[in-house]
């Protein structure tokens, strides 16, 4: 199992990988006959739900084992939420909402005053009210799903796709055609805000993040992000598919977006997986994360779980679990008596590697692939207490991004490098 520890210190971020040879999808086996994940989700108490084109299923085993919803009627599920009772929510297409309160061994209708059965998106608030996206705006639930209004003003005749939470408690809608809407309200009045978005957006994922951050998938443009919660956005593409021709117009589709710790993690159709720092200058690259993918997959649905497990469902081709586990671990008492910087950085033909260690050890430098390859031992020596220097010049390798990963006693951190 692989363990990807985050850690930041002066401006960097530091990883610490375990088993980096290992892929970094497994395909999750699903019950027979089973390859359609139309949608998934992960409730706080560690359950994957997954819905597929005619039943509903759960694990609590991250996908080992699955259990059948008894008595869903075969409508295809689209989104899924969940209250802080853990009542299981699911949108449907042209079927409404269903709603379990026994962990979703049973599913009962709850449309009543719902005039669109289109379901695209729900939205948990803290206080459990619950706002569902529809093709005729959004409606209100405060009593559980049992009674559902049309509520919020300002917002245009169009489809609303997506809804969105900023941390900051603001939220946003995403429309079909007329791009991004905000409400200050908690969805009573809402007000455009697209300035630096394409004419007529149609927004397909979009998530908040820390910092005011907030990231939009909008089609066929591509990835967006505003840093000043909605006042204004910019093209955040560096490295992902929309900056060169796609075969098919569904390959320009980002289809879901989700932020992991200091990581935004999208995926686009027919590409796959990508990651970056969610705060990162726009002239750093995307990553990909397609190992162990099939390929040009179609790709449905993005979902994390209590430990940061990621899943990536797919409209034919099955479910993926990601053998890495992200995790930011309690400092060690020691931590603070290492330390590891590189300068330059980005650089062309030299730079130095400086660390702090407490006492005579071996300290091991690697230089690792973005794919998690190595590539390269750069020191393998026993050192003195103190600081250190390693002058380096990548003779050989090929410009890129690079990760440095630094192991000394019980501390173990990685640089990202940037070669020119």
């Not at 967006?224 to 909605?230: E, K, L, Q, V, Y």
């Not at 993690?265 to 720092?277: D, N």
């Not at 726009?282 to 940061?308: C, F, M, Q, V, Y």
Request: proline residues 6%.
């Amino acid at each position: 199992m692989k363990k990807l520890f985050l850690l930041l210190s002066s401006g960097f971020i530091l990883f610490s990988f375990s088993a980096l040879s290992q892929t970094f999808w497994d395909d999750v086996p699903l019950p027979e006959p089973v390859t359609e994940v139309a949608a998934i989700n992960v409730d706080e108490n560690g359950t994957l739900f997954l819905g597929s084109q005619d039943d509903v299923y759960y694990s609590t085993d991250y996908g080992e084992t699955w259990t059948e919803s008894n008595n869903w009627p075969g409508h295809n599920p689209n989104c899924f939420g969940f209250n802080s009772s853990d009542h299981i929510f699911i949108g449907t297409f042209s079927n409404g909402m269903y709603r379990s309160t026994n962990g979703g061994n049973t599913f009962s209708e709850i449309n009543n005053g719902l005039s669109f059965w289109n379901v695209w998106d729900i939205l948990v608030m803290e206080n459990d009210d619950i706002l569902i996206a529809t093709p005729g705006g959004i409606f209100k639930s405060s009593n559980n799903g049992n009674q559902w209004n049309l509520f919020g003003t300002g917002l245009p005749a169009d489809e609303i796709e997506k809804l969105i939470r900023a941390e900051n408690g603001t939220l946003f809608a995403g429309t079909f055609g007329s791009g991004m809407y905000r409400s200050f309200d908690d969805g009573a009045s809402w007000t455009a805000c697209n300035s630096g978005l394409p004419a007529s957006a149609m927004i397909t994922a979009g998530v908040g993040a820390p910092n005011g951050y907030i990231f939009a998938g909008i089609f066929p443009e591509g990835m967006f992000r505003s840093t000043n919660n909605g006042d204004s956005w910019e093209a955040f593409n560096m490295g992902l598919p929309f900056l060169k021709l796609s075969g098919s117009p569904r390959g320009l589709s980002v289809v879901d977006i989700k932020i992991q710790l200091l990581f935004v993690v999208c995926i686009v159709y027919f590409h796959g997986a990508f990651y970056r720092s969610f705060d990162s200058d726009n002239r750093d690259e995307w990553l990909p994360i397609i190992d162990g993918l099939p390929g040009e997959p179609t790709t449905t649905a993005l979902s994390s779980g209590s430990d940061n497990r990621m899943f990536l469902g797919t409209y034919d081709q099955g479910l993926y679990r990601s053998s890495w586990v992200l995790q930011i671990p309690d400092p060690p008492g020691i931590t603070d008596n290492y330390s590891v910087t590189v300068f330059p950085n980005p650089f062309r033909t030299v730079t130095t590697i400086e660390f702090h260690i407490p006492d005579n050890e071996q300290v091991k430098i690697q230089l690792f692939s973005p794919i998690g390859q190595l590539i390269s031992i750069l020191s393998k020596d026993t050192y003195t207490k103190g600081f250190n220097k390693i002058v380096w010049e990548p003779e050989g390798v090929t410009p890129g991004l690079y990760y440095l990963r630094f192991q000394a006693g019980s501390f173990t951190g990685t640089r990202k490098l940037i070669i020119k």
